[in-house]
């Protein structure tokens, strides 16, 4: 059965079931670790993210330049990281799931670069919540390895200012594992 996303509900549906996704299943964790940014900042931070992911989305497939001149700086920032790492690129912004657990979601990035297998976010804010960030590449990189082998996690941090700042983890991660299986066994007990 094939996996449809509502950008615009940002929901993701296998025939007429709705599939939770990752952020959904988060919220807990994302409202405990980013409690203290108002909603303004917040919404902010969405309309960037959302322009910046789509300006890379354009520069992976035309490396065209197209983004309002506010956001220049991050998608430089991306270009820069792109530009030294050489990175080969899988798949970009491609809704999955994960077909045992079935929760859903869009990871940024899967490339390789210098024979290994990386799974990448890409985020345009300074509040950087390590445990948070931690959990959401766990939760993708598990959904991922149904098609792909990844070797490794990374967070890369795009700047206003036009640099950026590279966060690795490895491949597998316990803890977090165990924190969104817990967030999930949650939101189900909630949904009920």
Known sequence: MKLDYNDEKHEYTLGNTIIPNVTTIMKPLYENSY?????????????????????????????????????EGYLNAFIDWFKKNNPKGICNELPMYHKIYMYAGTPDFICEIKSKRYLVDFKTYQSFCEKTERVQLEAYKNMVEQEYNIDGKMILILNENGTYKTKEYPAKDGEAKTVFDSLLKVHRYIEK
């Not at 900042?41 to 354009?58: L, Y």
């Open 35 to 71: 409690s203290s940014v108002s909603k303004e900042d917040m919404e902010n931070g969405r309309i960037r993210g959302k322009a910046v992911h789509n300006a890379i989305d354009m520069y992976l497939a035309f490396h065209t330049k197209d983004i309002e001149k506010e956001y």
